[in-house]
């Protein structure tokens, strides 16, 4: 029987297996422990105290993640499940069942994906609260503006010629329909002037008074300035002054 640190026959046979299936196989190198920096580029190492196979060997170190080939743990356990020889597609071991790894980075984002489709409008929301009362406007005024007497027969009418806060309403009212005549009013009394003597004449007479002169037996009418005869007895006399 092997010991803990021994592969068995069945070991051997899986790797002798395994180097017919990978495209690069240079040495196989062993020890107790991780390979760190040992080896060369194809190399593949067994650490005999955990049962790990590591490999193969690159540019940038050894590729992958240990793979268990052991039938039971370096402290002698037997493990949960029998070791693989199965190759992943980029030429390493298939991970066995051990535990998970640390996670890896986190990849660059992704590009964007096409829109979707429009959702349904959704329900429509509460009504909001009254909002504050605003403050008082300034009070409106109200003037006439002009006032248009137009023809017979028309219509009256109203148009503002100011604005919605300080209105000027212009009128405009249709001109009346002639009425009828009137009857015959009655016949009016004589018309009487002053009377008077040339010596009774008003001493601040009135531009326009007429009188009549009982000592020249005729009318005299005062232009502002003399008194005229308004009664000549001869074309002669016409404008005269009395």
């Known amino acids: 029987m092997a010991d803990k640190n021994s592969l068995t026959l069945a070991q051997v046979t899986a790797l002798v297996k395994l180097a017919k299936k990978v495209d690069q196989f240079n040495n196989l190198l062993s020890g107790n422990g991780p390979p760190g920096d040992n080896g ?3 190399d593949w190492y067994v650490d005999v105290l955990t049962k790990r196979l ?6 940038t170190g050894w590729a992958g993640q240990p793979v268990a080939i052991g039938t039971s743990d370096e402290t002698g356990t037997p493990r949960p499940t029998a070791p693989r020889t199965a190759l992943n597609a980029d030429g390493t071991l298939a991970a066995g069942s051990g535990a998970t790894g640390p996670e890896g980075p986190q990849g660059d984002q992704g590009p964007q994906g096409d829109q979707g489709v429009a959702g349904a409008t959704g329900a429509a929301g509460a009504t909001g609260a009254a909002g504050a009362a605003g403050a008082d406007g300034a009070a409106a005024t109200i003037a006439v503006g002009t006032i248009t007497t137009g023809a017979a027969g028309g219509s009256a ?7 919605s806060s300080a209105a000027v309403f212009d009128f405009t009212i249709p001109r009346g329909a002639t009425g009828v005549t009137g009857s015959q009013g009655p016949a009016g009394s004589d018309a009487f002037v002053a009377v008077g003597t040339t010596g009774e004449r008003p001493g601040s007479p009135s531009t326009g008074a007429i009188r009549y002169n009982t000592t020249e037996n005729r009318f005299e009418g005062y232009n502002g300035s003399a008194w005229l005869n308004l009664s000549p007895a001869t074309l002669d006399e016409v404008g005269d002054t009395v």
């Open 54 to 59: 590591y490999g193969p060997k690159t540019e």
């Open 40 to 42: 060369t580029n194809g």
């Open 157 to 163: 009418s109203v148009s503002n010629s100011g604005s």
